[in-house]
């Protein structure tokens, strides 16, 4: 089969050839029908996941058809040519985290893509049918970000709706590949007011029309207080920041009303100063690490009941190495997804 492969951080993908993967005990071989080219793999191609093994086939947001079923994985309510997304936060399987439905928490190391083979390639092995959802009609092409790039926002957004009754607002900073998703969960969800921060003019246009409230440009004028305008004089019940950059976090830190919740989900490595008199009273600053498989299958009902909106380029797996170029670049407005 055809896989793209890191063989050293920092430098391109390579294109090549490898044995098509043979199902073992309670394994699904799958036929990938799109695989989401994520930003994340933008860091760990650049070396940042220690303990990466090299050379790796990456790519973690992944469906397609099921192709063959190891010894054992059969009769478990799956038919050879199913539609599937795949659940990507592989766990052990037994632990306390994986058992309570948190498998994505359990080892980073054992998540497709950053230890076992990813997507990027035409045929991806799976460990158990409990990683696979059925599609009910939808396009894998489209499903393919949801398991990702839709997941994580929402699994962030759920984070925050206790607090989010009516007459709060909620800031969302960023509205890229996964901001889009998530102002559509939080207007979808809650009653919130939601205030989107985002630099570039096209994004903020999109949110709008997406359902955002209002879009505060960081870079004109003075953030906190068109913030604080916005958020009904006592701030925001909630923050996500899907930067995670130091000044995204110190704004949405003093965005915060008592009480609210800062979610970071931006993987850009920022920090905030978090102290007593520093932050609004009783405020709490947590974070989201993508989403667990039942919060997966009710992100795919939101999308077959037709609810989302999905904002994708598709290119052949062959383009992998331009599409991350363009990716690094922020030249991607939505989603890439790569098709073998
Ligand atoms: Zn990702
Ligand atoms: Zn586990």
Redesign the pocket.
Known sequence: MRAARLHVPGTPFVVEDLPTPVPGPGQVLIRIGGA?A????LHIKAGDLPGLPLPQTLG??NAGWIEAFGPGADDQGFEIGDAVAVF?GWGCGHCRLCLGGHEQLCDTLLWGGMGPAGGYAEYLLVPSTRQLLTLGGLDPVLAAPLT??AL?PYSAVKKALPLLVPGTSAVLIGAGGLGQYGIQFLKMLSPATVVVIETDPAKRKLALSLGADVTIDPRAGDADDEVRAHTGGDGAAAVLDFVGIDATMALGVAALRPQGVFVLVGLAGGSVPFSFFGVAAEASLTMSN?GSRNELEEVLSLAQRGDLVSNIEQHPLSAINDVFDRLDRGLIAGRAVLVP
Not at 38 to 41: A, R, T, V, Y
């Open positions: 989401g994520c930003h994340s793999d973690h947001e990507g990702d790039a994580t993508w």
